[in-house]
């Protein structure tokens, strides 16, 4: 009988912990009358008296579960997140179009149920509007899972990279099986990215592979030779548009305009050195790969000229190239 009596009490204790978490919060308190009868409600529970629904309260502070008091109501105070950092995440996972849209939603209710059931009408957060651009690759948390175990394993991994073709279809282009030795995963620009290297022998030459774009996975079970160090964002910190090749050093001209400087601060970072060059212009300077530096050149080249003679040759190039064409447009 009374073994039966612990169990009862220890189970009730666990009832009421369950209750404050999920339906109160620091605006929605509750009183003791109000957690007994949904723990009546959910689970069933026998009427607990006042004394000992206080007992369960002191018993969760002293184990360091914070349990808020507002006159004589209680409630949950122990969340790791504020409202705000949860709404954060939700529209982060929601705006990042790797993430399918059914593991997005998942993703998002189960930050939303961190919170209590209070959080989700307090801000109003309503996802049934979705963000159309998502991409349906389902393989994206199979292959980090992957990719997570094979650098644990310290072993390598093969697999296929798609590309998109004129259906908006991921297709295996080259249809070959890349094999690489993983060293990092990371999110850059809204995207998952693996670093690695390109043979499985050690050798210091980097690969960077969008990770939704990678099919077929699997481990080889060849073991690197060497385990090589890297630091993932240090990697991408030059590497606009995640371009490949050396970063090198490249001088700009920028128009004195507020929505170049925007967009130059916002794909470059906060690296790029800016000085007045006169009255009109900025002299900027940008570290880049080549192909990166080209890209962006000829995307804003209303307000930014090349200054750096080799890459201005080059833009030039492309410019008299596309004029060509367009004129032979009909």
């Not at 090198?248 to 507020?258: A, C, G, P, S």
């Not at 050195?273 to 900027?284: A, G, L, M």
């Not at 940008?286 to 090349?306: D, G, M, N, R, T």
Request: proline share 2%; hydrophobic share 35%.
């Amino acid at each position: 009988m009374e073994n039966n009596s612990k169990k009862d009490s220890k189970k009730k204790i666990l009832e009421c912990l369950a209750v404050l978490y999920k339906y109160s919060d620091k605006n929605h308190p509750l009183a003791i009358a109000q957690i007994d009868k949904k723990m009546q409600e959910l689970y069933g529970s026998t009427p607990t008296c006042r004394q000992t629904m206080t007992s369960y309260f002191k018993y969760f502070n002293k184990m360091g579960i914070q349990i808020g008091q507002v006159k004589r109501k209680y409630y949950y105070d122990n969340r790791c997140f504020e409202d705000s950092e949860i709404e954060l995440l939700c529209h982060s996972i929601m705006a990042n179009n790797s993430i399918p849209l059914s593991f997005s939603l998942e993703l998002i209710e189960k930050l939303k149920d961190i919170q209590g059931i209070h959080f989700a009408s307090n801000k109003k957060l309503d996802f049934n509007i979705c963000n159309v651009d998502k991409r349906e690759n389902k393989e994206l948390f199979l292959n980090l899972d992957t990719i997570s175990e094979a650098i644990n394993k310290n072993c390598c991994i093969s697999f296929n990279y798609y590309r998109y073709n004129e259906d908006k279809l991921l297709v295996n282009y080259s249809g070959k099986d890349y094999n690489v030795a993983p060293l990092c995963t990371l999110a850059f620009q809204n995207r998952f990215y693996l670093i690695a290297i390109n043979s499985c022998d050690g050798e210091e030459d980097y690969w960077h592979f969008r990770i939704d774009k990678i099919k077929n996975i699997k481990l080889t079970g060849r073991f690197i030779k060497k385990k090589l160090m890297i630091d993932p964002y240090k990697y991408v910190r030059h590497r606009l548009y995640m371009q490949d090749g050396n970063i090198e050093q490249y001088e700009l001209e920028v128009e004195k305009n507020r929505f170049i400087l925007d967009e130059l601060v916002d794909v470059c970072g906060q690296d790029i050195e800016i000085e007045d060059k006169d009255d009109n212009h900025y002299k900027v300077i940008i570290k880049a790969p080549e192909k990166s530096l080209i890209f962006l050149a000829c995307q804003y080249i209303q307000y930014v000229k090349v200054i750096t003679p080799s890459i201005r040759n080059k833009v030039m190039e492309i410019l008299n190239q596309e004029l060509k064409e367009y004129e032979e447009i009909e």
